[in-house]
């Protein structure tokens, strides 16, 4: 900013958690230290990243039900990888556009929830599903699911991340197009 004096950004994730107090880290051009400023901030968190029941209700009530599930069998689908061992979250959050995406993220962050970002669930490594007793919140972005838009010229497609690579590739096809990934 041209005023000389070192920028500093709060890291809104834990990266150290000790007994029930989680410690903030900041970033700052000096590197990576705890506390902001000159003062050491704790936060006492003994009920995990979500305390109250009041926060799912709260993102229920702005996105509505259809968005946040929490019925055991429907977060089951969620957690169970396809390699690897299962995994748990307290809900599903399941936005229709980028605009909810954002108010979920907001949510998240104000309420100290983990998310997990997944799209069809079909990754082989794992890193979709959250790791068991995590207290994280699976962040489905399969309502996110438009037509792929398909340029034949540049041979390029603009996909929403809900979109699974057969229905890229059936959206493909129609131009004499593939995209050369099987699973």
Do not use: F
């Not at 998240?108 to 997990?116: G, K, M, P, T």
Request: proline share 6%; charged share 30%.
């Amino acid at each position: 900013d041209g005023s000389g004096k070192a920028k500093e950004e709060a890291i809104p994730a834990d990266l150290a958690t000790e007994r029930g107090v989680r410690r903030e880290w900041v970033v700052s051009s000096g590197g990576l230290r705890l506390g902001h400023g000159s003062q050491r901030r704790e936060r006492r968190d003994d009920n995990g990243p979500m305390s109250s029941r009041d926060a799912l209700d709260e993102l229920t009530a702005t996105l509505g039900a259809a968005a946040v599930r929490t019925d055991p069998d429907e977060i089951a689908g969620h957690v169970v990888p396809w390699r690897g061992d299962p995994g748990d979250a307290r809900a599903v959050v399941r936005p229709a556009d980028t605009d909810e995406v954002r108010t979920v993220v907001g949510w998240a962050r104000r309420h100290r929830v983990r998310l997990v970002p997944q799209g069809a669930n079909t990754g082989l490594v794992g890193a979709s599903t959250p790791p068991a007793g995590s207290g994280a919140v699976v962040l489905s972005l399969v309502r996110l699911h438009r037509e792929p838009v398909i340029d034949v010229a540049d041979r390029t497609a603009v996909v929403d991340a809900g979109v699974r690579l057969s229905e890229l590739n059936q959206a493909a096809e129609r131009h004499g197009l593939c995209l050369p990934i099987d699973l």
